[in-house]
């Protein structure tokens, strides 16, 4: 089993930057891969960013493409967010997950074995 504790979510201006964590404790942190997702008030949480066990692979949804960039230490056991020019619509509660199947790069909620609690990102006009 594995705990996650997302970090570094905050209040910020259109066109700004945020770099979100998410710390792992508990069993071998590189036996997943890591994703983040989001879910804004009365919708769907949605795939942002997965990344793979082994750094080698990363996946986006389209709509953050060219704008986050998802990355990890897996000696430090920490997934990390790094969100650029941000938009007003990117406001929502972001959360990291951690997938068993560590060859997969899984884009759906239910591939993702834990979650942490979620940080808070809003994003005014």
């Known amino acids: 089993q594995v705990q996650l504790v997302e970090s570094g979510g905050g209040l910020v201006q259109a066109g700004g930057s945020l770099r979100l964590s998410c710390a792992a404790t508990g069993r071998t942190f590189s036996d997943y891969s890591m994703g983040w997702f989001r879910q804004a008030p009365g919708k769907e949480r949605e795939f942002v960013a997965a990344?793979?066990?082994?750094?080698?692979?990363?996946y986006y949804n389209d709509s953050v493409k060219d704008r986050f960039t998802i990355s990890r230490n897996n000696a430090e056991k920490t997934v990390y967010l790094q969100m650029n020019s941000l938009k007003p619509e990117d406001t929502a509660v972001y959360y990291c997950g951690a997938d068993r199947t560590k060859v997969r790069l899984g884009l759906a909620r239910s591939d993702y074995d834990y979650w942490g609690q979620g940080t808070q990102v809003t994003v005014s006009s």
């Open positions: 990344i793979s066990w082994s750094y080698s692979r990363t």
